[in-house]
C-alpha cells in the first residue's frame, strides 16, 4: 500500500509528503490525514474527502478544535513510535505495553 500523498501548490510544484497516519473523527464527521513533508521534514494535516476510491482531495483544516484534536493524536502517535525505537516494536503485543520501557522488562513465564 502506497504511503504517500503528492501535494500540488498553487504554483503547480509537486512535493511529496509520506503519511504518517490517518484518523476519522465522527464528532467533526470528517477523516483527516497527517503528513510529513520529505524536503523540509515539516509535519501538517489536512482533512480527506475521497473521490474516486483511489483519490481524493485535501483541504485545511477549518478550526483550532481540529487542530487541538490533531495535535493530540500526533503526540500520541509520536509517543507510541519512541516506545517502539526502544524495544524494536516487539512491546505491541506485550501485557506490559504500557508500562515497558524495554523488553528486557518483558518476561514471558509471567503470561
Known sequence: MDRTITLVQDDGKEITADILFTYHSDDFG???????????????AASYTEVDGKNGSLDKIETEEEWNLLEELLNDYANQNEENEVCGGACQGCAHAASCNSCEEYDDSEN
Open 30 to 44: 470528517k477523516d483527516y490525514v497527517v503528513f510529513q513533508v520529505r524536503t523540509s521534514g515539516d509535519i501538517s
